[in-house]
């Protein structure tokens, strides 16, 4: 008889910043198959997401992946569910129009990596500061790069468990990093960004490290670069219709539903989206070719292709749940006007 180690990850109930839980359930001659994960239970009293005297939440598995951390491991990713079946409140997967995975996803994670004995980033003195940004992105070497040993083991992690992994690169302040993740369906992309954050958070506790995913961790007044999640995205129209005026219409479409899309972006988004720092103003809309202070960038390979490509929403913090990023993205594109 062999026993796998199946680790059920889910959204507690937190607000409006969610926080991964996770416990172990252990299985006999288990297949490695998602239908073949049962359904299963917490105390919600303890997470925010139900009362003592009815506690119980169901937790209704929605994807796999072999944990390349732990003998006979897999990670399960799960929604949770009220005691009916029906979905919990804080349930944001649950809220995606993306049944038949025509919205693909590349999301861009940015995060800081922090001391846990100093609660600095990394390459911070105590009661100082590093050297200003600037020689930080993409570099080499121990002057300016710190954290790349946990970074590639992350990388490894992700690419071991079947992750569609793209990429990472020291971002542009000191201790800062990013990585990439593209997915062909809304569900499945924050599925497997909320996994590999789940990977990175749990590989921190053999570092001495912790991740912080606030947006502008060393204040909105500090002139460093804040950490989004940039949304890269297309359907079937963005990437096949030709046309600069359909793109124009689905761009405009975001421009009413502004509140909307700031209020499910991550927590002290205010902070980061100042106009400065390759951002804009949390109070302005833009898009434009190329732009990086715009708020929706049309990159310039979709405009060389013949208008046929994605776009690129650079308002998401750091800290946002991709699942109502990308909800919300989806219900805003399906509404824009074309014909």
């Not at 990585?179 to 990175?200: P, T």
Request: net charge negative; proline share 5%; charged share 25%.
């Amino acid at each position: 008889m062999s026993k796998s180690k199946l680790e059920y990850i889910w959204l507690d109930g937190y607000h409006p910043t969610q926080n991964m839980r996770s416990k172990t359930k252990v299985e006999d001659n288990f297949s490695g198959k998602l239908e073949d994960c049962p359904i299963w239970s917490f105390d919600g009293s303890s997470t925010k997401q139900a009362t003592g005297d009815s506690s119980d939440c169901l937790l209704k598995p929605v994807a796999i992946y072999p944990d390349p951390a732990r003998k006979n491991g897999y990670l399960v990713m799960t929604e949770v569910l009220n005691p009916d079946g029906t979905p919990h409140v804080s349930n944001g997967r649950a809220t995606i129009d993306d049944d038949d995975n025509d919205f693909w996803f590349g999301f861009e994670q940015e995060y800081f990596i922090m001391d846990k004995k100093t609660q600095l980033p990394l390459g911070f003195p105590v009661g100082g500061y590093p050297a200003p940004q600037g020689l930080y992105y993409c570099s080499v070497g121990g002057r300016n790069t710190h954290g790349r040993a946990l970074v590639e083991e992350h990388a490894d992690l992700c690419i071991e468990a079947g992750l569609n992994f793209e990429g990472i690169n020291q971002e542009v302040a000191s201790g800062q990093w990013e990585f990439q993740l593209f997915a062909k369906g809304a569900k499945k992309a924050g599925d497997e960004i909320w996994v590999a954050r789940y990977l990175l958070d749990r590989l921190t506790e053999k570092y001495g490290y912790y991740i912080e995913y606030h947006p502008k961790p060393l204040g909105k007044e500090m002139d460093w670069n804040g950490s989004g999640m940039h949304a890269n995205f297309s359907n079937t129209v963005l990437r096949t219709c030709g046309d600069k005026d359909t793109y124009m219409k689905i761009c405009e479409a975001f421009r009413p539903v502004v509140a909307e899309h700031i209020a499910v972006y991550g927590e002290f988004n205010d902070q980061r989206l100042t106009g400065d720092h390759e951002t804009a103003s949390i109070n302005d809309f833009s898009y434009g070719v190329s732009d990086r202070g715009a708020s929706i960038r049309i990159p310039i390979i979709t405009v060389e292709k013949g208008w046929k490509g994605w776009l690129e929403d650079r308002r998401p913090a750091s800290n946002g749940d991709p699942y109502k990023i990308a909800g919300r993205i989806v219900k805003t594109v399906k509404s824009a006007n074309i014909s």
